[in-house]
């Protein structure tokens, strides 16, 4: 088992990431907006069905609580978390999930591949599993504080324009190109390699760009196609662009499909940034959102590094 | 007669020879084009069944490919999906003037043991089978180096351009688990320190290891992912095919093709 080390405990303290000083829990005075509250305004401002299945829900917290302030996230990560504590916000609104899976749990799922060849997944241990420190962790830290973490992903790609689109526009300068639709751009007449050395600086991409495709390559229209693209997004919109700027794809789909098409003569290419980092600026447009529609709250965007390097060779 | 190999005499010995009974309900590991009647001049093991292979395939005189993942860019090679698409009738149109025939091999492959993938990504990351834990267990103790360390000798052994590593550099490592293609462990085991694997959704799945390592390492908990990309972990794999094919197609030549990387990495 891992253990947190004395020092290393000590500096995490220190920085407000472990152990805070237990926060009072904000009550609900007369005119307090609760977290309720927010969601029952983005419900009524956001302009799209509000669908009942949907991972667009409290993750942890109280939502009858009073709202100290509001941090936008594409990930709710502890560095994150902590973050919102020292800026005095306690509701953290993300795109991706808190507890690191689709179920979103604070407690972790079960190991996905036996360990020992042939022998049956370990999904009903014969003793339980010791807890997940990490998870654990986590969840302390969110009750310490009195932290509410509210999902905001499947109705906020579902708005006109959609702003995960639009958020890498306006940070890559591309806005003014956009003719309505953020997600096909016409941009000046560029070379690959000149645009991907722009896109990793404007998005402060460390390891996570992948590309496939000559870097000589002529670029002047392209998709933008933020968070997770399945193939058939990729075969609707490669045909009329010179590149897809995606976050993350399946490699057997659309790698495959954009180097054939380039085996083939296609002058074609495909740009991957990585899924948390292409949904960093539309969450930075949705704490601009979230100040017109509650402007009681103080809301502010904290932004996620890349999670990826990469070794210098 | 007996110097006519054709393919469904090849697939017939592939099941013959492998160690575990064939799936026949494998909806993968069926041909993709062409038949069992299709005469083999020679055979090329690949990852992916991509335009370029084909070509390389056919001027190195293989007309038989067996690629362990799809063809048609779906992992079902639904061809209604692809169909409409102006790059799927040339890829079609080659494979038929070249009188081709595709065999996938996934999911039996994988179920031989030991599973040739993990095999040939082992041998080439250098991981002595000394280091690990239990037979194919495909979990490694290996003596303690950095993330840094650990990522940079891999991405030097695999030439591999678009690796991508989560986790502090400094990080003490020691215990590893190796994964392959889409087939990545979950980094949360308390008894492993960093997996090594070829492709991983990056959030919203079953476990979303990169904001797991992420916090992990905000706690102090020494963890790292180091994903290789789906075509590199693999293609090791399909050298070990080709030799095994080899040995028991003796009529034809058989070699791996490999499909290059298909990514590079800006400065």
Redesign the interface.
């Known amino acids: ?2 253990s ?2 004395r020092r ?2 000590v500096s ?1 303290a220190a920085a407000g ?2 152990a805070a000083p237990t926060a009072l829990k904000a009550l609900p005075s007369a005119g307090a907006l609760t977290a309720q509250d927010v969601v029952d305004r983005i419900k009524k401002n956001i302009g799209v069905d509000w669908k009942s299945d949907s ?1 667009d829900t409290f993750k942890a917290g109280d939502p009858s609580a009073a709202v100290t302030g509001i941090v936008t996230t594409a ?1 709710a ?3 994150v978390l902590g973050q919102a504590v020292k800026a005095g916000a306690n509701m953290i609104v993300t795109s ?2 808190t507890f ?3 179920a979103d749990t604070p407690t ?2 079960a ?3 036996p ?4 022998a049956p997944p370990d999904a009903a241990p014969a003793t339980p599993r ?1 807890p ?4 654990s ?2 969840d302390e830290f969110i009750r310490k504080n009195n932290l509410i973490v509210w999902r905001f ?1 499947d109705h906020w790609r579902q708005r006109t324009p959609d702003p995960f689109a639009q958020g890498l526009a306006n940070v890559l300068g591309w806005s003014k190109s956009a003719s309505g639709d953020p997600r096909q751009l016409t941009i000046a007449q560029t070379s690959l ?1 000149a645009l ?2 722009h896109v ?1 600086q404007s998005l402060k991409s460390r ?6 495709g000559d ?1 000589k390559l002529h670029v002047g229209k392209v998709a933008i196609l933020p968070g ?1 693209t399945p ?2 997004a990729s ?1 609707k919109a490669l ?1 009329a662009v010179d590149t897809i700027l995606a ?2 794809v ?8 954009v ?3 380039i ?2 003569g ?1 002058k074609k290419s495909l740009v991957l940034v ?3 980092v292409s949904e960093e600026p539309g969450m930075q447009l949705c704490a601009t959102w979230l100040k017109t529609i509650v402007p009681e709250l103080k809301t502010s965007w904290v932004a996620v590094p890349d ?5 210098t ?1 | 007669m007996t110097d006519v190999l054709t393919a469904g005499e090849v697939v017939a010995r592939i099941k013959k020879n492998l160690d575990v009974p064939w799936r026949e309900s494998s909806k993968r590991d069926t041909f993709k084009f062409g038949g069992p009647d299709t005469v083999v001049k020679g055979i090329a093991t690949t990852m992916f069944c991509s335009y370029d292979v084909l070509r390389r395939a056919i001027a190195a005189g293989c007309n038989m490919i067996i690629p362990h993942e799809d063809t048609f860019w779906n992992d079902p090679d639904d061809i209604s999906v692809v169909s409409g698409d102006p790059s799927y009738q040339p890829k079609v149109d080659f494979l038929r003037q070249h009188d081709m025939v595709i065999f996938r091999i996934h999911d039996d492959m994988h179920a031989q043991k030991p599973d040739f993938t993990y095999v040939g990504l082992a041998r080439a990351l250098g991981l002595e089978s000394k280091y690990e834990t239990a037979p194919q267990s495909h979990h490694f103790t290996l003596p303690e180096t950095t993330l840094g360390e650990m990522a940079a000798n891999f991405q030097k052994r695999l030439n591999d351009k678009a690796i991508r590593v989560v986790g502090d550099p400094k990080c003490k490592v020691s215990r590893l688990q190796l994964g392959v293609g889409y087939a990545t462990p979950n980094i949360n085991s308390p008894d492993v320190d960093v997996v090594v694997s070829g492709e991983q959704q990056e959030s919203d799945g079953m476990l979303d290891s990169p904001a797991y390592v992420l916090d992990a390492n905000t706690l102090g908990i020494p963890k790292g992912w180091i994903m290789l990309g789906h075509c590199v972990s693999e293609q090791q794999g399909m050298l070990e095919m080709a030799q095994w094919v080899k040995s028991f197609t003796p009529e034809v030549p058989v070699q791996l093709v490999p499909s290059n990387e298909p990514f590079w990495a800006p400065k």
């Open positions: 088992m891992h947190i080390s290393r405990f995490l990431v472990v991972a990930l990560s502890l560095d991706e999930p690191f899976a689709h972790p799922p190991r996905r591949f360990r020992t060849a042939g010791p997940d420190l990490v998870f962790a986590k992903s390699d991907v050395s990793k390891g996570g760009i992948r590309v496939v870097p997770s193939i058939q075969l045909p976050g993350e399946r490699e057997w789909e659309s790698v495959e499909y180097r054939d098409t085996d083939l296609g990585g899924r948390i999670p990826y390097w990469r070794p060779v």
